[in-house]
């Protein structure tokens, strides 16, 4: 074709017009089936189709922009409307093939959907849709983005689409088959379009350069490849874009330069810096990226691929799977080993949330050098169990030096009390120390009877090491009052004092298992919910002579719940889960130890309700969090979590025990 001229002036210079120039993208666009890459399976698909005469009247191409699918509905076009047609084949050079292939076929209507989204619209193609093809075997209609039509104009075309004419094939392409009525979606053959991979972006632009007369450095096309993100009409932009520039060869530093994209030894040294928790070298590498014209946004983008790359080595993975250049792999296999798998997880999360705020920011760069100073501070992560496990040792810890646990390896050298499971309290059987002459006379039915008293239990003394205290539980010897339950009588209530006329705890009885029973009370507390377990938790079990009576020993501070029987159908609930375990009938009689706590009156002050989280624990949580804040062990915890103590809840035995002491 010859090049047209365009004169400015009659007597000034005349440039040649660019007017019958075309870019890469459609100097390059796919004709046949064998040109297309990166979509083999709706290749074989539709060749198939037609070989096997099983061409379906709609079909819908989804995928991302770039990957093809007006590129496969024209070659798909071609094949149905070739004059030595139907083929797999097209012979691209009748008029319908070569009016196909630039869009003009008077058979083949291309519709934007975007522009053409309305009912009018759709009415004008059901009616053309009717009149035989001009010179073609069908009447194709082409809608690209088809999502974009109406309710209104979706509800138009279902009748159309359901039963067409058989001389008219629909094409629908979309980027978000979601938001297509589910309708319209059982009307047709869907085909998705795969996101093109960067090595197959890449053998097709060296191809281009190839044709063009044009050397290029195979890093600087693997580096637009990734640039394109799957989509191969944005690497052949890009690949546009670097040619107009006149510059032969293409190498990395020139697509870095034209793209505004920071280099891959630029992205690395932050990298390396922000794993050796260095921020302020981090930010000075910005401050360079930034003057080289570098965009936050491209900043983060990139960093994301090469923590991308990262995590895929610090998985496991082969390095097959690594988007980078395989003369990086050495560096980015020793950041991976330096974080591990958790801190670049948690790295990638900062990052992709920085990478959600900086669109639409006006403060861009803050957002990024913020990314990167909190990147930065991130120590290296394990679990909470690993790291308890190597604070028990008494192994002073490095935060920036890797360790790995092996689970039976720490097991065994830690101390003994930390890998046994510690035994539960044990109640020893009371003295025989007959009836309490000091005891007052019973004068009516609301006053108490006295009963032994529960002492808490004395705990080894503190060493360096958090070890599990050895409890041991005294006789009862003090006054236990029996709680009252919803459906008590006065019978019942004589019954149980039949056994204990004086008013003593009696002796546990010698058919009772001590350990089995502690068993049973601590499974069956495991098994109620949180709510219902609450109340129980400071609770303890004490067997008895009586027949299959159990004493269940609640703190002074218990809220019975008298009234909604709901504290006795949980009691009743703990009784069947023991009998459960201990396979023998087992009776808990609740039983609240009154004994008057330290500082405190001996009787609370009945004239306002009281909250059994508060009005029994003030002074234990004060004096628990005195004793805790002292600890080894808790100072540790505090200093490697930067966490402060909110709230401290000892069992009631030992803050008896601290509460006596003081």
Not at 153 to 170: M, S, Y
Not at 294 to 306: E, P, T
Not at 432 to 441: F, K, V, Y
Not at 609 to 616: A, D, K, L, V
Request: glycine fraction near 6%; hydrophobic fraction near 35%; aromatic fraction near 4%.
């Amino acid at each position: 074709m010859a090049s047209a001229r365009a004169t400015f002036a009659s007597d000034g210079p005349t440039i040649p017009s660019s007017l019958d120039y075309q870019v890469v993208a459609r100097r390059y666009r796919p004709q046949s089936f064998a040109d297309v890459v990166g979509q083999d399976h709706v290749v074989r698909a539709l060749s198939n189709a037609i070989i096997h005469h099983r061409v379906t009247h709609a079909y819908l191409f989804c995928g991302t922009r770039g990957v093809g699918k007006t590129s496969m509905a024209r070659i798909f076009a071609k094949c149905l409307n070739c004059e030595r047609g139907p083929t797999v084949e097209p012979c691209q050079v009748c008029d319908i093939c070569r009016a196909i292939s630039v869009g003009q076929d008077v058979d083949v209507i291309e519709i934007d959907g975007a522009s053409n989204n309305g009912v009018d619209a759709v009415r004008e193609l059901r009616q053309n849709a009717g009149l035989r093809p001009s010179r073609a075997r069908y009447k194709i209609y082409y809608i690209d983005e088809v999502h974009m039509l109406t309710t209104g104009a979706f509800n138009a075309l279902l009748k159309t689409l359901e039963e067409p004419p058989e001389h008219v094939k629909f094409i629908f392409a979309t980027t978000e088959a979601h938001k297509i009525p589910i309708t319209v979606l059982s009307r047709c053959q869907r085909y998705d379009f795969a996101s093109i991979t960067p090595d197959t972006i890449q053998q097709s632009l060296a191809a281009i350069c190839q044709r063009e007369g044009i050397a290029a450095e195979s890093e600087a096309l693997r580096v637009v490849a990734r640039r394109a993100s799957g989509s191969m009409r944005d690497a052949q932009s890009l690949l546009e874009q670097l040619l107009s520039s006149g510059q032969s060869p293409l190498t990395v530093e020139m697509v870095h330069q034209l793209l505004g994209t920071p280099d891959d030894e630029l992205t690395l040294e932050i990298l390396d810096a922000l794993a050796g928790q260095r921020a302020g070298e981090a930010l000075c590498l910005f401050d360079q990226a930034a003057g080289r014209g570098v965009q936050a946004l491209d900043l983060i983008n990139s960093l994301m691929d090469a923590l991308r790359d990262v995590m895929t080595l610090a998985a496991g993975a082969p390095t097959r799977l690594l988007s980078s250049s395989p003369r990086h792999h050495d560096r980015l296999k020793r950041i991976a080993t330096t974080w591990g798998l958790d801190t670049t997880l948690a790295a990638l999360q900062v990052a992709s949330e920085a990478r959600g705020k900086l669109r639409g920011s006006l403060h861009g760069r803050l957002i990024a050098e913020m990314t990167l100073v909190r990147i930065a501070r991130l120590e290296r992560l394990v679990a909470l169990s690993d790291l308890i496990a190597h604070l028990s040792l008494g192994e002073p810890l490095d935060p920036t030096r890797h360790f790995d646990f092996n689970p039976t390896q720490a097991d065994a050298e830690l101390p003994p009390k930390l890998v046994a499971p510690t035994p539960l309290p044990t109640i020893t059987p009371p003295p025989s120390t007959g009836h309490d002459h000091n005891a007052p006379t019973e004068t009516s039915n609301n006053e108490k009877k006295k009963f032994p008293a529960v002492v808490a239990p004395t705990c080894d003394e503190h060493t360096d090491a958090p070890t599990a205290p050895d409890v041991k539980l005294t006789p009862p010897t003090g006054q236990l009052q029996r709680v009252p339950s919803a459906g008590d009588t006065d019978t019942d209530t004589e019954n149980d004092h039949d056994h204990d006329p004086d008013g003593e705890s009696p002796s546990p009885s010698p058919s009772w298992d001590e350990r089995r029973l502690q068993d049973a009370w601590r499974a069956a507390l495991e098994e109620l919910s949180p709510r219902e377990r609450r109340p129980f938790l400071a609770a303890r079990v004490h067997a008895t002579s009586g027949p299959d009576h159990v004493h269940l020993i609640l703190p002074a501070s218990y809220n019975p719940g008298v009234g909604d029987g709901e504290s006795d159908r949980i009691v009743d609930r703990l009784a069947t889960r023991m009998a459960t375990h201990l396979g023998r009938p087992v009776r808990l009689v609740p039983m609240v130890d009154s004994k008057p706590e330290p500082n405190r009156p001996s009787q609370p002050d009945r004239s306002r309700p009281t909250n059994p989280r508060t009005s029994g624990t003030a002074l234990q949580r004060d004096s628990s969090t005195e004793v805790l804040r002292d600890d080894p062990f808790v100072r540790r915890l505090i200093e490697v979590f930067e966490a402060r103590q909110v709230l401290a809840e000892p069992n009631d035995a030992e803050s008896s025990s601290a509460s006596s002491e003081r």
